[in-house]
Each structure stands twice: as C-alpha cells, then as structure tokens.
C-alpha cells in the first residue's frame, strides 16, 4: 500500500519561499505522475502540479506558473514543491498524491493516494 507523507510546510512572509517534500513508500515510485493539490480556508482542493513518471513534463496551475516548480528525483522516492515570491492566497494545506498512470493529469479523481497534507501559511 503506498504512502505519501509531506513535509516542509510553515509560516513565511509574502514574498519569501518554501520547498516541500513528499516521500512515497510502497509501490513502484517510478511508474507514476505525481501532483501537489492544495485546500485553503473556506475552498475546495484544487490542482496545483503536475509531473510525469520521469520528469520530463510538468504542467502548473496559472495561479502559480513561474513562481512554483515541481520536481522528483526517482532515487529517492521524493517528489517537491518549490514555492517561491509566496502570496498570502497560497495560504493553504498542500497534499501530494500520486495518480493511477505514468502521464500528467489534473484532475484529482485520476490521483487514487493521497498523504495527509502539510500547512503552509504565507503572512502579508
């Protein structure tokens, strides 16, 4: 069974940054995409990123793209979540989940493991 476990999150000030870390046991890490979705006060869990099984693509949010980069390093199990030039709208609980193939998707049906989220909160 696969388990997803974030960390990196805190509270940093608007304009700083972050990079969170979520390591995945069980399973082959390898075989799948993986994404970060995130859930702020009062909202409903959206996507954040995207990457492929191998890095090759990624596909972000318009909300974040080119301020935020995913990455993974396959060794490791491990995939991250650099966050920078951060927005007090960031403010949110940030989950790593792992989707059921190799190719990029956002939508979050097609992500069947989930960790239990991390708490980034970004003051203005």
């Known amino acids: 069974q696969v388990q997803l476990v974030e960390s990196g999150g805190g509270l940093v000030q608007a304009g700083g940054s972050l990079r969170l870390s979520c390591a995945a046991s069980?399973?082959?890490?390898?075989?799948?995409?993986m994404g970060w979705f995130r859930q702020g006060p009062g909202k409903e869990r959206e996507f954040v990123t995207v990457?492929?099984?191998?890095?090759?693509?990624?596909y972000y949010a318009d909300s974040v793209k080119g301020r935020f980069t995913i990455s993974r390093n396959n060794a490791r199990n491990t995939v991250y979540l650099q966050m920078n030039s951060l927005k007090p709208e960031d403010t949110a609980i940030y989950y790593c989940?792992?989707?059921?193939?190799?190719?990029?998707?956002?939508?979050?049906?097609?992500?069947?493991?989930w960790g239990q989220g991390t708490q980034v909160t970004v003051s203005a």
């Open positions: 069980g399973g082959t890490f390898s075989d799948y995409a």
């Open positions: 990457i492929s099984w191998n890095g090759g693509s990624t």
């Open positions: 989940a792992r989707s059921g193939g190799m190719r990029i998707t956002t939508t979050p049906t097609d992500f069947g493991s």
